[in-house]
């Protein structure tokens, strides 16, 4: 069998069971939510309106957007009642997830159960009235059995939602079928990407079947129904969640970026954590915001991130000092203003630079970002997904006066891809990217220093900053990866060609770190 | 001889527009134990309204009603309600329940005893003349007859005093009309019951009830037997309404003695 198949099935224990766990918990946090709101809609019209109009309109946040928003909300929140309950909320991670997807769910079940309650005879009401029935025996007895069937089929399209939506939540740190999908999608893993899919779409039509059974069983009044539904819902939800009884102590919780180089990184910071006898697990495809605040609030433990990075998004510098001199003052600026320790530099730089194809290039007459900049206006220009909104882009603009004819955004493997087709001229690309050699592309010179020097540096929460363990399973990748190393592997899983995981790339790193390179290290 | 009355609606008055125009105005009934009265009026003249101000399914604004002297406002309205028979145009079976669970809803509601309600539900259906293998079925399996047959069970299921009915007969056809309001009025006496009952047929009225409340613009015009307001020419308007059943009788025995000559 394709190794890839048995990577994926090795991890569906647990994927599924985060999956279910999250999708779960939020699709009954929403039930019990939107069904009392509902009750609320319909004995009060007056509220009706707002209700389902609030509901309505965080259905129009895109799913992403809603879980990144939740990020920072929690941090806020979690800044606010930190004094109060000697604690801070997790903001990264199940709790935003559930949240968000819960909020997302009510919709679908708080209008269903709106119609299913409004839906019901007004003879019937007047009937049940009369008999001498009060309100709440009224709801219990007539209203909710009436209203059951179209208020299933509201949590049924919740059911389904939750659970697509779900696969979102790997973007915040939470693992799920969607782990598959993101590195599937970074590392050309096409397998895993489909695996992941047909794995979130497999459970939704389970439940949405099952849910089904129990919605036949309203409709009908067969009780049978309604017991076999529910029963299989149990049973399966169980069985999904065993593998977290009794699963691995917590760990380490390494995080990653979403591109290829983060996900081996992170996988070799666990391979030599697991070395030491520790546990770890990753929290991967984050983005370069959250990562660091995650890691300074601790939610994270340790990862990689690069030192040009830093100095523009985090410290909000523009100049651009030598890099030792830049190392230094971060790693006094981190630790004085988050209690982040810079452990060491990895001994690489993943830079952001401009690359064409070199014969592109040629035909143009460019070599430098100078002269690059003459042929803007009649050139494409293709970026990864976070380039133009960051600081690196507005300075890179300002030095040289960049202005270009298109300005593309992409996710990096389709970005390459894109470069290759001749969709765009000119891409932001990764000085540590195999690709960079492996398709012949030129980097061009940046003779204004516009851009920053992007050593790949380990930092560590401040939680774990005094942890003996950590410290010695990292020493050795100090100064240990050469940027050649580091292209070789990142090509043996973004070539499109015989690609292999992560984790394997990552013990081809742990078999051939290096004598200690000479670049700078933070003191 | 006279007692005093078993239900008393005492100046009653309500407005739903609050208080431009009154749906009832000032009414005052007053019905002995063991009576039938029949309330008529064309449409909108409030007696529907005056109907449910008896079991609180609406609130008077002003006035009072008091059942065997005691104001049913003092009554929680469920409370009251699981007293008082109640039967109405729209039927309103619950049908997510069987007809044996649909007719013993306010039994249990009062907490009787499980035996206790199947042996009633069984003893009403009989009552109502409905096999005992309907018990069983669910309401969207029988016919409109037999479903007002239900509802009426329901209403006596609990063994109210008191039975109100608002156009009960309503939307069934003419022949079962009259099959089930004869056989009501013969459990009415069967059973001693008080019952009230808002149509706007006046023929029905004249037929099954000892006494007629005839209501106009919100107000009782007139109340007496119905063979004093047949005969009655104190109201124009009341007399022209009384005088429907004897014209719509007379021109149907013209229409008979025409037939019969055209035969002949």
């Given amino acids: 069998m394709d190794e890839r198949i048995t990577d994926a099935v090795r991890v569906l224990p647990y994927y599924l069971s985060q999956h279910v766990l999250l999708s779960a918990c939020a699709l009954v946090l929403a039930v019990v939510l939107g069904l009392p709101l509902a009750v609320l809609a319909v004995r009060h019209p007056r509220l009706r309106w707002p ?30 009642v930190a004094p109060l309950v000697g604690g801070s909320l997790p903001a990264l991670g199940f709790l935003p997830s559930v949240l968000a997807l819960t909020l997302y769910a009510v919709l679908p079940i708080l209008r269903n159960a709106v119609a299913g309650l409004s839906g019901v005879n007004a003879d019937v009401i007047e009937a049940a009235n009369a008999v001498g029935m009060t309100r709440r025996q009224r709801l219990l007895r007539i209203e909710a059995p009436l209203a059951a069937p179209v208020a299933m089929a509201g949590i049924r399209t919740a059911a389904v939602w939750t659970i697509g939506g779900a696969t979102l939540s790997t973007v915040v740190g939470q693992t799920s079928l969607g782990n598959y999908i993101f590195s599937g999608l970074q590392t050309e893993n096409w397998i895993f990407v489909l695996f992941g899919c047909a794995a979130a779409a497999a459970l939704a039509l389970v439940t949405d079947q099952l849910l089904g059974l129990i919605e036949v069983g309203a409709t009908r009044r067969n009780g049978w129904r309604i017991l076999a539904g529910l029963a299989g819902l149990a049973v399966g939800t169980a069985a999904a969640l065993m593998p977290l009884l009794g699963g691995p102590a917590r760990g380490y919780v390494i995080g990653a970026k979403n591109f290829s180089e983060q996900f081996i990184l992170a996988e070799l910071i666990a391979e030599r954590l697991e070395r030491e006898g520790a546990t770890a697990q990753l929290r991967e495809g ?100 976070e380039f133009l909104s960051r600081p690196e882009w507005s300075a890179l603009r300002g030095a040289y006066a960049l202005n270009f004819r298109a300005e593309r955004s992409y996710s990096p493997t389709f970005m390459y891809r894109a470069l290759a087709a001749g969709d765009v001229d000119v891409i932001s690309a990764f000085s540590s990217d195999g690709r960079i050699a492996a398709q012949d592309l030129l980097v061009l010179d940046d003779p204004r220093h516009a851009i920053p020097a992007y050593d790949a540096l380990i930092l560590i929460s401040p939680r774990r900053s005094a942890d003996p363990v950590l410290r010695r399973a990292l020493a050795p990748l100090i100064g240990a990866i050469p940027v050649e190393r580091m292209r070789e592997a990142n090509l043996m899983v973004d070539r499109s060609t015989n690609p292999v995981t992560p984790g394997e790339a990552a013990r081809f790193l742990a078999g051939r770190l290096g004598p200690k390179a000479a670049g700078p290290q933070p003191p | 001889m006279s007692a005093a009355p078993l239900i008393e609606i005492d100046k009653v008055s309500k407005s739903f527009d609050g208080g431009r125009s009154f749906a009832v105005r000032e009414a005052s009934v007053a019905v002995r134990a063991g009576a039938f009265v029949a309330m008529v009026g064309a449409s909108g003249s409030g007696k529907t309204t005056t109907l449910k101000t008896i079991n609180r399914l609406i609130e008077p604004d002003s006035g009072e009603i008091r059942i065997e002297g005691m104001p049913v406002a003092e009554i929680e309205g469920p409370v009251l309600r699981r007293r008082i028979g109640y039967v109405f145009q729209g039927i309103g079976l619950f049908p997510h329940l069987r007809i044996g669970e649909n007719i013993g809803i306010t039994p249990q509601l009062l907490g009787w005893p499980t035996a206790a309600i199947a042996e009633r539900t069984r003893e009403v259906l009989a009552l109502v003349g409905l096999p005992e293998a309907y018990l069983a079925r669910f309401p969207d399996a029988l016919s409109g007859g037999e479903r007002q047959r239900v509802a009426v069970a329901r209403a006596l299921a609990a063994r109210p ?36 009952m808002v149509t706007h047929d006046v023929q029905e009225a004249v037929l099954l009830a000892d006494q007629i409340v005839v209501m106009a613009a919100g107000r009782v015009a007139a109340h007496d037997t119905p063979r004093a307001l047949m005969a009655s020419r104190a109201d124009p308007d ?20 025409d037939a019969g000559n055209g035969d002949g």
């Fill in chain 1, 51 to 80: 209700l389902l109009t609030a509901a309505a309109l965080i259905q129009t946040i895109p799913g992403l957007a809603l879980l990144a928003l939740f990020y920072p909300l929690l941090l806020g929140l979690s800044a606010l």
């Fill in chain 1, 286 to 385: 984050l983005g370069s915001a959250v990562i660091f605040r995650a890691l300074a609030s601790g939610d994270i433990d340790v990862y990689v991130d690069y030192s040009g990075t830093l100095w523009t998004n985090v410290m909000g510098r523009h100049d651009v000092p030598p890099r030792e001199a830049m190392l230094r003052d971060l790693s006094r600026w981190l630790a004085e203003h988050y209690h982040v320790e810079v452990l060491g530099a990895l001994g690489f730089e993943n830079a952001y630079v401009l690359a064409m194809r070199r014969e592109r290039a040629s035909a143009l007459g460019v070599t430098t970002i100078a002269e690059l900049a003459r042929q803007a206006p009649q050139l494409a220009f293709g970026s990864d997904l």
């Fill in chain 2, 161 to 196: 005093r008191i039975v109100l009915m608002d156009e009960p007969f309503g939307q069934l056809d003419p022949v079962t009309r009259d099959a089930i309001g004869s056989a009501y009025r013969a459990l009415h006496d069967q059973l001693g019951l008080t019952t009230i």
């Fill in chain 2, 238 to 257: 009341v007399s022209a309404l009384m005088a429907m059943p004897r014209r719509q009788a007379e021109r149907v025995r013209a229409v008979l003695s």
